[in-house]
């Protein structure tokens, strides 16, 4: 079935630890996002991509980083120097640009904290 | 700079309610404006999208209705049933980009 696939589902992180969070899509979309989402709030965007090796500070990218190697990969990483990196993380992607009129997908989520 | 602003931030009604979500914006020169739905703990499922030249959208028991000159859209939820208890999130894109900024959602509970 086609989809994005976001793993872990659950991550734990010590202080002053990087980790990283997967997301796979087959849906043969150009465009991929991370969104982060706090309790109460809506979504803010990290990163978004919208071909391989090329991507784009959104509106939080401070203490994140990303890479896009390959069209169906959009791993995120959570630096040490993200210092309250607790948060519901979420992938998505579109076949162009988000807001140009097609719908977006999401994946499931990854739900990270500190410990 | 685009703003995205929903009202109530929760809401319960008896099953078989009619009920209206709101969403307000503050650049009316969007491109279109999106509706979501966001079950507890899972990623977000896409409902509806209004163009820019379009005033509404229907699929179903849902009505999604976009008024540019107010910076308002609506989601109208027909004869509700208590599967339609999740959050409700509209987004439209910024200022001129295509970056979504999202409202931070109606929590709609539909009581059996």
């Known amino acids: 079935d086609g989809g994005i696939t976001q793993s872990p589902k659950y991550l734990f992180r010590k202080e002053g630890q990087n980790v990283t969070l997967s997301c796979e899509q087959n849906l043969n979309h150009d465009a991929m996002y991370w969104y982060r989402q706090d309790p109460g709030q809506g979504l803010r965007l990290i990163y978004y991509?919208?071909?391989?090796?090329?991507?784009q500070k959104g509106d939080i990218a401070e203490g994140y980083s990303v890479s896009r190697e390959k069209k169906e990969s959009f791993p995120l990483t959570v630096t040490s120097a993200q210092k309250n990196p607790t948060a519901f993380y979420l992938c998505a992607s579109s076949t162009t640009p988000q807001g140009s009129g097609n719908t977006i997908y999401f994946g499931e989520g990854s739900w990270l904290t500190v410990v | 700079k685009q703003e995205v602003t929903q009202i109530p931030a929760a809401l319960s009604v008896p099953e078989g309610e009619n009920l209206v979500l709101n969403c307000s914006f503050t650049?009316?020169?969007?491109?279109?404006l999106q509706w979501f739905r966001q079950d507890p703990g899972k990623g977000l499922t896409s409902l509806l999208l209004i163009q820019s030249s379009q005033r509404e959208q229907t699929s179903g028991r849902l009505n999604a209705s976009l008024d540019k000159s107010s910076g308002r859209s609506t989601l109208y939820i027909a004869a509700s049933q208590p599967g339609d208890s999740a959050t409700y999130l509209c987004a439209g894109p910024s200022g001129g980009t295509y970056k979504y900024i999202f409202g931070t959602g109606t929590r709609l509970k539909v009581l059996a």
């Open positions: 991509s919208q071909i391989v090796n090329d991507f």
């Open positions: 650049d009316s020169a969007i491109y279109n």
